[in-house]
């Protein structure tokens, strides 16, 4: 028989003040974090991946190294100046090797693994500055290089990242990438800023850094899924083990570790013994890989179109022609600054707003910030009262283009092609994208001449427009889609919820295995 009585037990359950109440859920089970989320290891993934994108930031200062160096290279007064037609070659060369970059990563990912192609990038990178000797083809070759280095600089560490790190983290490490080439045309601008009538100095300092960031390489380890894929299952345990945040060589049973080392291993095997069984013409000619392939080349276009590479080649020189006021390299310095900070918040834009909405107001905003700019071109004394107008136009345009426009396309080709052809399609993509980007910038300077500036900036303004009806009509919504969905829907033309798509494919089991997976 109990001591406590029925009152006893009574008067306990009522009182809210009483001590059991206190202790409730005292005997549930402690939830912990998974082994990667625990902050010794969090800390070793964001340390590996800042070491490789630190080499990233030197694509960015490439990109932007003309806006800072073309009013001296151009300058009649100089010992060594550059036409008008050998600028736009300095300018835009990179761009036309952009794509050779973007076609080669793919190659050496596989073939050297992820560390060694950030190396192989990292060491390209050093050899761009080099042209502190005023000989053109020697500028030229630089420009190329660096061209080169900016295609292969856009996925590695991306990559890295996603193999390192666990589902909840692993989206703040890949966006590491964009803030690295965000990162790099501001410190581009901040250079040219504090010394803008010595080029040969400025491309002393990047050469120094982007060596300093080459020897930053050396200490990541690599990845452990492409040591398991390449056999080498002790350096995979490693390395899988220094990023779990255990002991290298601490031979102690963990439960949890070996359960992933196992999934990492199945999935290696599964992935170098699987059969093609179909080859890559007939793999384009499938509806759900043409049809996003032609949308998404036809999105880079748009996007490149809209001037969005031009403004941060020539903001200096933007700036100067649309009659800005300030110091217009101090507004290179702002256009910089609200790139980064806009970067930080276009992945929880994407998934809040969803794809079509973010791209559709960041094409509508570029279009008012293109058509404002143009005004002030046609009309100087109405809109010469605002002074400041210009300066507000340029940055405001670098934050629309960078919640949507600039980033959306290479956002979503990692999710509307299938798994089958993503690497392939999505290269292409790029590819036919950077080549654009050339176009446009190889034209800008004579546009400017043959049209004038108001009409280039309306110009713009037109192609962001088009950009909104495209966006409406033809980019599908892919926030909270799953890949079976996206791929039911180029492959029938309906979206459909991925209950539908398992039952028409259940009877073949087709997707089950997959969709388990995904």
Known sequence: MSSVSYNDKANLKNDKQATPILCQGLNKPQKRKALGERSKAVWRQELMVFLGNAGVLGAGMAVALPSVTLDQLTDVNENFHLSLEEASWFSSINTMACPLGGLLVGYLLDRVGRKNTILVTHIIGALLYSDRTPILIQMLLARFLSGVMIGLCLSPVGVYSAEISLPRIRGRLILGTSIGIAA????????????????????????????????????????????????????????????????????????????????????????????????????????????????????????????????????????????????????????????IVTTFFMSTLFERWGRRPSGMFSASGMTVCMLLLALSGWYPKAFGRVSLLPVICIVLHIVFSTMGLLTLPFFMISEVFPQRVRGTASGLAVSIGLLASFAVVKLYPSMVIVMGTAYVFAFYGLISLVGIAYIYFLIPETRGRTLLEIEEYFRTGRMVSLDEVLGQNLEQGEFKELFIKT
């Open 184 to 339: 790099g045309i501001l410190f581009m601008y901040i250079l040219g800023y504090f010394i803008r009538s010595n080029w040969q100095l400025i491309a002393i300092i990047s050469t120094s850094y982007q060596i300093i960031t080459t020897l930053c390489v050396l200490p990541m380890p690599e990845t452990p899924s492409w040591l398991m894929q390449k056999g080498r299952l002790e350096k995979a345990r490693k390395s899988l083990r220094y990023f779990r945040g255990l002991n290298v060589n601490d031979i102690a049973y963990c439960e949890e570790f070996e359960n992933e080392f196992n999934q990492i291993k199945r999935s290696s095997e599964i992935s170098r013994n699987t059969a093609q069984t179909e080859s890559l013409l007939q793999a384009i000619c499938a509806p759900e890989v043409y049809k996003p392939l032609l949308i998404m080349i036809g999105f880079f276009g748009v996007q490149q179109c809209s001037g969005i590479v031009v403004v941060v080649v020539f903001a200096v020189q933007i700036a100067t022609a649309a009659g800005v006021t300030t110091d217009p390299f101090l507004c290179a310095v702002m256009v910089g600054v609200a790139r």
